[in-house]
């Protein structure tokens, strides 16, 4: 590989440094464009721009890859535990034993939220939604545990956020249905604690179904990483600035709540919901995303990076069917969207645009049989992301000479003029 490239600006040649990664990934360094032409690059929406060097994540659009420090993530989402695979991220290996039991206890015995901060939830109106609630109660973390330099300090802040999100998430679940929290407890593990913070009401004993913590097991862990995604730049960029991993982590929270991105799962069931009610006519509404017209489009599908199929998606379609039918759930949206993807896959303007179903298209349906509202779906998002955006405000913190992320734009607004006095205008 040659180890630089050549541009020619207004007939000057100048040398550009070629980055290679471990994957063979082509970077052209134009850290030095601007000084040594006068010049920028643009790139809206940042779809050809490589912001940083990461060694988190891997992923290969064009063959379906996804690997999370190099695991593949069928390995993953097959064998390992969410505590394990957030280990992994942030850590940079699997946890061994003695590690993966320090780290789970560590992870139960912070799951408590200061008690003050209980009265936050009760200022939010019921139909608040759980996405703004999340953001707020993260960025207000920091308020209780202030960021103090040190890499102790740093990380069992770490260790606090991943353990007290669940319970906030939880929280504003009860919150919204008007039902008396649920504390966490030590004997549990993460995810029986979340379930059981979610689901058990004073009154009533409480198991966790196995085939629903192993789903929503394998869906936190799909969800864990996916590199320079919208929230995690966003994480990076914020971090970027020096601001604490809290005030972060929220505005990654805020980042990842619309449609086109961690929202998509909710505006997924939302939509199968209306083909549904308009008598499942699928030829309908794939006509309706080609039309003029209309702006619609078929939410969970196509993706930025993903061209050929989403690895993720192709776990969840395979287990959504399975998980229904071992919790004994016949949901009509699961036929739906099954052939909702059939006659999309077969429509030229599709194929043409290499649109698949993303990890948005089946998450949902899983969710739904777990017994989790509509609107918690990008909550369950963010609670799966949280050890990747964390992975990535670490990286970005500790890369030698990282800089405040800065970029530039092509100014097209009106060139100089004069100041006009009120009278005259
Ligand atoms: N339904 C119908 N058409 C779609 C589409 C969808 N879900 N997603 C993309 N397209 C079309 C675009 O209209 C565009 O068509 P054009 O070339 O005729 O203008 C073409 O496919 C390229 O899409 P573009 O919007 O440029 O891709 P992007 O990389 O900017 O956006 C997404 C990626 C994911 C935001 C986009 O595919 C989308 O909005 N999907 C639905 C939301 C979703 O599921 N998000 C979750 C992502 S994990």
Same mark, same amino acid.
């Given at each position: 590989?040659?180890?630089?490239?050549?541009?020619?600006?207004?007939?000057?040649?100048?040398?550009?440094?070629?980055?290679?990664?471990? *994957?063979?990934?082509?970077? $052209?360094?134009?850290?030095?464009?601007?000084?040594?032409?006068?010049?920028?690059?643009?790139?809206?929406?940042?779809?050809?721009?490589?912001?940083?060097?990461?060694?988190?994540?891997? $992923?290969?659009?064009? &063959?379906?890859?996804?690997?999370?420090?190099?695991?593949?993530?069928?390995?993953? !989402?097959?064998? !390992?535990?969410?505590? *394990?695979?957030?280990?992994?991220?942030?850590?940079?290996?699997?946890?061994?034993?003695?590690? &993966?039991?320090?780290?789970?206890? &560590?992870?139960?015995?912070?799951?408590?939220?200061?008690?003050?901060?209980?009265?936050?939830?009760?200022?939010?109106?019921?139909?608040?939604?759980? /996405?703004? $609630?999340?953001?707020?109660?993260? !960025?207000?973390?920091?308020?209780?545990?202030?960021?103090?330099?040190?890499?102790?300090?740093?990380?069992?802040?770490?260790?606090?956020?991943?353990?007290?999100?669940?319970?906030?998430?939880?929280?504003?679940?009860?919150?919204?249905?008007?039902?008396?929290?649920?504390?966490?407890?030590?004997?549990?593990?993460?995810?029986?604690?979340?379930?059981? /913070?979610?689901?058990?009401?004073?009154?009533?004993?409480?198991?966790?179904?196995?085939?629903?913590?192993?789903?929503?097991?394998?869906?936190?862990?799909?969800?864990?990483?996916? *590199?320079?995604?919208?929230?995690?730049?966003?994480?990076?960029?914020?971090?970027?600035?020096?601001?604490?991993?809290?005030?972060?982590?929220?505005?990654?929270?805020?980042?990842? @709540?619309?449609?086109?991105?961690?929202?998509?799962?909710?505006?997924?069931?939302?939509?199968? +919901?209306?083909?549904?009610?308009?008598?499942?006519?699928?030829?309908?509404?794939?006509?309706?995303?080609?039309?003029?017209?209309?702006?619609?489009?078929?939410?969970?599908?196509?993706?930025?990076?993903?061209?050929?199929?989403?690895?993720?998606?192709?776990?969840?379609?395979?287990?959504?069917?399975?998980?229904?039918?071992?919790?004994?759930?016949?949901?009509?949206?699961? +036929?739906?969207? /099954? &052939?909702? +993807?059939?006659?999309?896959?077969?429509?030229?303007?599709?194929? *043409?645009?290499?649109?698949?179903?993303?990890?948005?298209?089946?998450?949902?349906?899983?969710?739904?049989? /777990?017994? $989790?509202?509509?609107?918690?779906?990008?909550?369950?998002?963010?609670?799966?992301?949280?050890?990747? @955006?964390?992975?990535? @405000?670490?990286?970005?913190?500790?890369?030698?000479?990282?800089?405040?992320?800065?970029?530039?734009?092509?100014?097209?607004?009106?060139?100089?003029?004069? @100041?006009?006095?009120?009278?005259?205008?």
């Amino acid at each position: 590989m040659t180890q630089n490239a050549k541009l020619v600006l207004e007939g000057k040649e100048t040398d550009l440094a070629v980055t290679v990664g471990t *994957e063979g990934e082509v970077g $052209i360094d134009i850290s030095a464009l601007r000084a040594k032409t006068g010049a920028i690059t643009l790139d809206p929406s940042f779809a050809n721009t490589g912001a940083c060097e990461s060694a988190i994540t891997y $992923i290969d659009g064009e &063959r379906g890859i996804l690997r999370y420090r190099g695991y593949d993530i069928a390995d993953l !989402a097959e064998y !390992a535990t969410f505590p *394990e695979v957030c280990h992994l991220l942030i850590y940079g290996r699997l946890p061994t034993p003695p590690e &993966r039991e320090e780290f789970r206890t &560590r992870l139960t015995r912070h799951s408590l939220v200061h008690e003050d901060m209980k009265k936050f939830f009760e200022g939010f109106p019921q139909t608040a939604h759980p /996405m703004g $609630i999340l953001s707020a109660m993260i !960025a207000s973390l920091s308020a209780y545990y202030p960021e103090d330099d040190t890499h102790e300090e740093i990380d069992l802040n770490i260790i606090r956020l991943l353990a007290k999100a669940k319970t906030i998430a939880a929280f504003s679940y009860k919150k919204s249905i008007g039902q008396p929290f649920i504390y966490p407890q030590n004997d549990l593990t993460y995810l029986e604690n979340f379930l059981t /913070m979610m689901f058990a009401v004073p009154s009533e004993p409480y198991k966790v179904d196995e085939v629903v913590r192993s789903a929503l097991n394998k869906l936190l862990i799909l969800h864990a990483d996916h *590199e320079q995604n919208c929230s995690t730049t966003t994480v990076r960029v914020v971090g970027s600035g020096g601001a604490n991993l809290f005030a972060s982590i929220s505005a990654g929270v805020s980042a990842l @709540w619309g449609p086109l991105h961690g929202g998509a799962n909710q505006a997924v069931i939302e939509m199968l +919901e209306v083909i549904r009610k308009d008598g499942s006519n699928y030829q309908k509404y794939v006509d309706l995303t080609k039309s003029k017209d209309s702006d619609f489009k078929l939410m969970g599908f196509g993706h930025r990076v993903y061209k050929n199929f989403d690895p993720r998606a192709l776990i969840l379609k395979q287990s959504a069917d399975q998980v229904l039918s071992n919790l004994g759930v016949d949901d009509p949206l699961l +036929e739906i969207a /099954m &052939r909702l +993807e059939e006659v999309a896959l077969a429509d030229p303007y599709f194929v *043409e645009r290499k649109l698949y179903p993303n990890v948005d298209f089946y998450s949902g349906i899983l969710y739904r049989a /777990m017994g $989790i509202p509509t609107d918690m779906f990008t909550v369950m998002f963010a609670l799966g992301r949280l050890p990747g @955006w964390i992975a990535h @405000w670490l990286e970005q913190r500790n890369a030698p000479g990282a800089r405040i992320n800065r970029p530039r734009q092509i100014y097209t607004g009106e060139t100089a003029r004069e @100041w006009v006095p009120l009278e005259d205008r």
